[in-house]
């Protein structure tokens, strides 16, 4: 079974960082996307940052300059560091792997972790 654990979430003042992990269950190069996702209260969810299996990555033009999204092969883990922090970053952050299996495609979700960006 895949599962996806995040951590490193919490308080930060503006202008601070913060690196969050996403430790996979399994070799991560067996994904095709990882990603990371965001949701402030009463928002959609939408999509941070993302890297391929090919380490091509991808940035939400608001994160674009701050974040950096990358991968430890050997430990399984995607990494996003969130540096130059802003109140609007605050939401909770999860983290997605996108995965075919057969002929079918599947997405795994982590269970989120809090960031807090104080003014």
């Known amino acids: 079974q895949v599962q996806l654990v995040e951590s490193g979430g919490g308080l930060v003042q503006a202008g601070g960082s913060l690196r969050l992990s996403c430790a996979a269950s399994?070799?991560?190069?067996?994904?095709?996307?990882m990603g990371w996702y965001r949701q402030a209260p009463g928002k959609q969810r939408e999509l941070v940052a993302s890297?391929?299996?090919?380490?091509?990555?991808n940035y939400a033009d608001s994160v674009k300059g701050r974040f950096t999204i990358s991968s430890d092969n050997a430990k399984n883990t995607v990494y996003l560091q969130m540096d130059s922090l802003k109140p609007e970053d605050t939401a909770v952050y999860y983290c997605?792997?996108?995965?075919?299996?057969?002929?079918?495609?599947?997405?795994?979700w982590g269970q989120g972790t809090q960031v807090t960006v104080s003014s």
């Open positions: 890297i391929t299996s090919l380490d091509i990555t």
């Open positions: 399994v070799r991560i190069r067996s994904f095709n996307t």
């Open positions: 997605k792997a996108d995965f075919v299996l057969g002929l079918r495609g599947y997405d795994v």
